[in-house]
């Protein structure tokens, strides 16, 4: 009999993606999501004998009648501009969400799995980040409202964890990207290569010196299963390494796509952080992951993502 694992938040570009793999992994998979930001398309190619899609808002009572092993949660926006058009749901899913769903998980003893971030440690004065660190973020800030709904879902499921039991796990996702991304995500590879491909300048803030570490996709999801099967209830950062500047990613784009497009500059966000690059020692030792697709072959997939989405919707 196949293991039921409940994804919220499963039409969104991770929980998406997730919902591949496990269904791969043969396990039966409910996503629910209601569709704030997740793409009904991102899941439509999927529906069979176990798969189900339930149009649900996780703010609100949960009900499932499948025996669930597994809970994740990743029902939330993700980028800048979901959480800034989109910021009491944001609050609201961090912890009615995540109260809801371990609830769910209390009523089916199911492992809890929390999909939170790497924002968790704001503006970091700690670099590279570990998850010994508990960061420096502006509660009031722009971006509190996605940075504290994650803290607080990670305070939530480790206080489930220790009243109630729950076997939960915490996964701080660092900068990830690939295929189902949105055209207009906001976020810095989608939005450099949408503007590459339509000949745009490249939107690159302050003068681009700011670093990420961008992950790509199939390497998080892997990463994820191997926690979502341990039995390791502490935070685990799942991120690639590999930091690079946001002008050398705005380069790096040009190069992969052949665009003529300029880079154009504009003022720094506020609380923009200045830098972030995951330690990934403790998913080294706990899950013996570490991501090992590179930047050409990721890049050169999502390029190519999106050149067949821009073709159906420019």
Avoid at 273 to 299: C, F, H, M, T, Y
Wanted: hydrophobic share 40%; aromatic share 10%; charged share 20%.
């Amino acid at each position: 009999m196949k293991e039921w694992v409940l994804i919220t938040g499963g039409a969104g570009f991770i929980g998406s993606n997730l919902a591949d793999f496990l269904l791969a992994k043969d396990y039966a998979v409910i996503c629910m999501d209601n569709l704030l930001t997740g793409d009904i398309a991102n899941i439509s190619h999927i529906y069979n004998k176990d798969f189900l899609f339930i149009k649900h808002d996780v703010t609100q009572f949960i009900y499932v009648d499948k025996p669930l092993r597994y809970i994740l949660h990743f029902a939330s926006p993700a980028s800048p501009i979901d959480y800034h058009e989109y910021p009491i749901q944001t609050l609201k899913v961090g912890s009615l969400g995540t109260h809801k769903a371990l609830g769910l998980a209390k009523d089916h003893r199911a492992t809890f799995v929390l999909a939170s971030t790497s924002e968790v440690y704001g503006d970091p004065l700690v670099h590279p980040q570990s998850e010994e660190y508990w960061g420096n973020v502006n509660p009031i800030g722009p971006r509190g409202v996605y940075d504290e709904a994650k803290r607080f879902a990670e305070a939530m499921t480790m206080a489930y964890h220790f009243s109630h039991k729950i076997d939960t796990r915490i996964a701080r996702i660092f900068n990830t990207y690939g295929p189902r991304m949105r055209v207009n995500d906001g976020r810095a590879i989608p939005t450099f290569i949408g503007q590459a491909l339509r000949g745009e300048p490249l939107t690159v803030f302050g003068a681009g010196n700011q670093t990420r570490s961008f992950c790509y996709i199939s390497d998080l999801v892997e990463g994820i299963y191997r926690l979502m099967i341990s039995n390791y209830n502490q935070p685990v950062n799942l991120g690639n390494p590999v930091e690079m500047t946001i002008l050398e990613m705005a380069r790096a784009v040009l190069a992969m796509t052949g665009s003529g497009s300029e880079i154009g500059f504009k003022p720094l966000p506020v609380d923009d952080p200045k830098v972030r690059q995951p330690n990934i020692e403790r998913a080294r030792k706990v899950l013996d992951w570490s991501p090992v697709v590179d930047l050409k072959q990721g890049l050169g997939d999502t390029i190519e993502y999106f050149k067949k989405k821009l073709q159906k919707d420019p």
